[in-house]
């Protein structure tokens, strides 16, 4: 196997931003970078589109349907973390279409604090409500929201979720970012359905006092279905999305209350992971991997 290569992109001292397109990491022909310009955007636009609206049971709007793009207000405002796979010498190891030089393979929008509050809050406010949780821990703490993830099916390997998490972490230390954020789905709209996984989630992800907060009381499903001594907590994790899955061996917890989401064909719940509550492999393991780069 190729090794994962660390890449240390260049950042303006005056904006803090990063430069545009700079990798963040490289494996083999994969390579995982912030877009750069608005085509960049439009591509992760068409593979939300592509896995969210024809794969799953997302129902598009009338637009949707003509762009071929899931795109929403806050795709302006918010970086896309895109990994995409290049074109190799010769293209024996490629799987690219006929012509084409590189593809979005995955993606993930990422919104920081300072940007949500110039526009119009953060999107999982319209689902939770977010501005307790955010008043509480005050203006030194910085919050980023994670969303609208999505990898092609034949590139959902270890490897390429690993490039999207070392994206996302390095996009975290550059701008030291406090807290993640954001809605992650179960796919189906019946919370009955969902009582085992949603009662799990409540039982097993519950946060501490400092970081409940809860979804909007109109919209609230309540998760507490089944009492926690009749869950099978191995049987039950097996069955959820590797997403989430992700999320809490990290050492996420889970926000009071899921929201479904109609349009979507999804039932939402809210992660909460402070950057100084991940679990301590999954941090050693991403410095074992800056060191390795520094190294090479």
Not at 60 to 65: D, E, F, I, L, Q
Not at 88 to 96: A, D, K, V, W, Y
Not at 111 to 132: C, H, I, K, T, V
Not at 223 to 242: A, D
């Amino acid at each position: 196997m190729l090794p994962v290569r660390r890449h240390y992109p260049s950042m303006n001292k005056r904006t803090g931003e990063v430069a545009a397109g700079t990798a963040f990491a490289s494996h083999g022909s994969m390579e995982v970078r912030l877009a750069r310009n608005l085509l960049d955007i439009r591509r992760a636009e068409h593979l939300r589109y592509k896995i969210f609206f024809e794969e799953m049971s997302a129902i598009p709007s009338r637009m949707a349907r003509l762009t071929q793009r899931d795109e929403d207000e806050f795709d302006k405002i918010c970086d896309h973390l895109m990994v995409l796979e290049h074109a190799t010498p010769g293209g024996q190891f490629s799987r690219l279409p006929w012509g084409r030089k590189s593809r979005v393979v995955g993606t993930y929008r990422l919104l920081r604090q300072d940007m949500a509050e110039e526009f119009s809050g953060f999107y999982s406010q319209n689902e939770f409500d977010l501005a307790p949780l955010i008043e509480r821990h005050g203006p030194k703490t910085k919050f980023l929201e994670v969303g609208r993830s999505c990898v092609m099916k034949e590139f959902r390997t270890k490897s390429i979720i690993e490039l999207l998490w070392q994206g996302i972490w390095s996009y975290v230390n550059l701008h030291k970012l406090d807290v993640m954020i954001g809605c992650a789905s179960l796919t189906g709209t019946d919370p009955d359905k969902l009582s085992e996984q949603l009662s799990f989630l409540h039982h097993f992800g519950k946060p501490p006092p400092q970081w409940q907060t809860s979804a909007h009381a109109h919209l609230r499903v309540d998760m507490n279905m089944i009492p926690k001594e009749k869950i099978n907590p191995r049987q039950v994790l097996r069955t959820l999305p590797p997403q989430i899955k992700g999320y809490l061996r990290a050492g996420a917890y889970i926000g009071d209350g899921a929201v479904v989401d109609h349009q979507f064909g999804t039932t939402d719940v809210l992660i909460i992971l402070p950057v100084a509550d991940i679990k301590a492999r999954y941090a050693n393991h991403y410095r074992h991997k800056d060191k390795l780069a520094k190294a090479n």
